[in-house]
Nanobody, 124 residues
Framework: QVQLVESGGGSVQAGGSLSVSCAVFGYTWSTIYMGWFRQAPGKEREGVAAIDIDGSTSYVDSVKGRFTISKDNAKNTLYLQMNSLKPEDTAMYYC??????????????????WGQGTQVTVSS
């Protein structure tokens, strides 16, 4: 059973930076495709960033140039570094995983395993 445990997040003023992490337990790290998603109150969950098993990355247009997804294979941990944060980035952030290649990569329904979420709040 794959388990995803997120940490990090918090509150920051606009223009600041935060990072979130996702530790993966229960399966072979190298065979998992992973992504970060977010959901703001009253809105649908949206894909933010994804990383393939070969390390290639994808981002939603609204975060390109500001967010960076990465993974540490030795620690079985996924990261999302968020810079130049905006109030519209405020949401619950979730990591997700799937064993087969998700296509499209930023669609929540393509992912099977989900973390519990961590809150990111950006004030103006």
């Amino acid at each position: 059973q794959v388990q995803l445990v997120e940490s990090g997040g918090g509150s920051v003023q606009a223009g600041g930076s935060l990072s979130v992490s996702c530790a993966v337990f229960g399966y072979t790290w190298s065979t998992i495709y992973m992504g970060w998603f977010r959901q703001a109150p009253g809105k649908e969950r949206e894909g933010v960033a994804a990383i393939d098993i070969d390390g290639s990355t994808s981002y939603v247009d609204s975060v390109k140039g500001r967010f960076t997804i990465s993974k540490d294979n030795a620690k079985n941990t996924l990261y999302l570094q968020m810079n130049s944060l905006k109030p519209e980035d405020t949401a619950m952030y979730y990591c997700a995983a799937v064993f087969r290649a998700p296509r499209p990569v930023l669609v929540p329904d393509e992912y099977r395993y989900w973390g519990q979420g961590t809150q990111v709040t950006v004030s103006s």
